[in-house]
């Protein structure tokens, strides 16, 4: 158990108090990162940045180099000419610069878009993603809620880490679900019996600390109810089933991240911290598929912008653009621990063909070498 003394929003109390004194960490993680005024990411803090010197907490790669959206604007490009849409769906947008770079880079493509739509829980982020975009206010909307039908190419950069997660903990034999109370000092864990569990068995009797992700899990079956033509590409890190619910990761993957040092103490600092985990991607699969998506590739981050041509004239580039170029796909970096997962809106089928199952009629690009769907 941890608790701390710090000042705590009044608001996060009487969420609290609302939930007769227990509230579960989902909730909790909901509150501490979106809730209106001071939750960490509705709060003015810069977040986003390279050093720790500008005030930012952590660094995403197309902050680390616009050759990422770059490359990522390529698989959009194919996705848009063989799905036959003109609409580039942006979910958890952050600063606003991926979607300057891939409307630049679409631009550069002559791909004309018809709209470029935003959608982010942040209202902050929303004001800075607007200045960020100025310069393509005729094309870039903001959209607060999903409309019935979306015909687009949706992307999602760090988008499932920064959702609430329910923690599980395993202790003498028994899942417990993971709720805060407030405490003399501030506030702590307390652990109640629950019927919840992980998505596979975890062998041995020993403590366990994990996670489950409901909240992805409903949004990835939301997007699939409402993407009727087009495809979606998510990017983050994470790992399949098996790796995730390893016996040996008893520790989970929740982390907090303040000026670039990460520490596993959501219960400290609360408002001015980032609260992220890792992505169990064979459970996003399985809900996208069962909702009726198809599955178009899973690889690792350094595969898919390789795929994308991302070293294509890179021997040309400057030092000092290539430093951080490497950094999205060395093993050691961003290149491994990240991965992409595709999905594409099922194809309309023709039930006198008895050939056609419904699968897609293209291959998306980014997964055409190193495709790793089987081990999900
Ligand atoms: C870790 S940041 C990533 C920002 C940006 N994509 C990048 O790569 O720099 C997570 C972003 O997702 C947004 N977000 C979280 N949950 C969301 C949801 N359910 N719908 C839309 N945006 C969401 C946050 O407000 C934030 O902009």
Not at 60 to 87: D, K, N
Not at 89 to 110: D, I, K, N, P, Y
Not at 281 to 304: E, P
């Amino acid at each position: 158990m941890h608790s701390v003394a710090s000042p705590l929003p009044p608001d996060l109390l009487r969420a609290i108090d609302q939930a007769s004194g227990w509230l579960p960490f989902d909730a909790f993680m909901a509150q501490a990162l979106y809730a209106p005024g001071w939750g960490y990411y509705s709060a003015n803090s810069r977040k986003f940045g390279l050093m720790p010197q500008s005030g930012s907490d952590f660094v995403t790669a197309p902050e680390l180099s616009p050759h990422f959206g770059r490359a990522l604007a390529r698989q959009i490009a194919q996705a848009m000419q063989a799905t036959g849409v003109r609409e580039v769906w942006e979910f958890g947008a952050g600063s606003g610069t991926l979607a300057q770079q891939v409307l630049r880079s679409l631009e550069g493509l002559g791909l004309l878009l018809d709209r470029y739509v935003i959608v982010d829980l942040s209202a902050s982020l929303q004001q800075r993603q607007r200045e960020a975009l100025a310069p393509w206010a005729q094309r870039v909307q903001w959209l607060q809620q999903l409309p019935d039908r979306i015909e687009a190419v949706v992307i999602g950069n760090e988008l499932f880490d920064a959702m609430p997660v329910k923690l599980l903990v395993r202790k003498a034999g028994l899942w417990h679900e993971r709720g805060v109370v407030r405490a003399d000092e501030g506030l702590a864990f307390e652990d109640r019996i629950t019927p919840m569990r992980p998505a596979q068995d975890i062998p041995g009797a020993h403590d366990y600390l994990t996670e489950i992700h409901l909240q992805a899990e409903g949004f990835v079956r939301t997007l699939a109810q409402v993407l009727h033509r087009g495809a979606a590409f998510f990017i983050d890190y994470g790992f399949p089933q098996a790796e995730y619910y390893h016996p040996q990761r008893h520790m989970g993957t929740l982390m907090c991240h303040q000026a670039h040092r990460a520490d596993a103490h959501p219960l400290d600092q609360v408002g001015l911290k980032d609260i992220t985990s890792h992505v169990n991607f064979t459970g996003i699969a399985l809900t996208g598929q069962d909702a009726g998506l198809q599955v178009l590739g899973y690889t690792s981050q350094a595969h898919f912008l390789i795929n994308c041509g991302l070293l294509d004239g890179a021997g040309d580039l400057p030092l000092s653009e290539r430093v951080m170029l490497q950094k999205l796909i060395n093993e050691h970096e961003m290149g491994e621990l990240f991965k992409v997962i595709g999905f594409a809106a099922p194809a309309p089928r023709r039930p006198a063909d008895p050939s056609d199952q419904g699968l897609p009629t293209w291959e998306a690009l980014g997964f055409s070498n190193g495709d790793r769907s089987h081990t999900l």
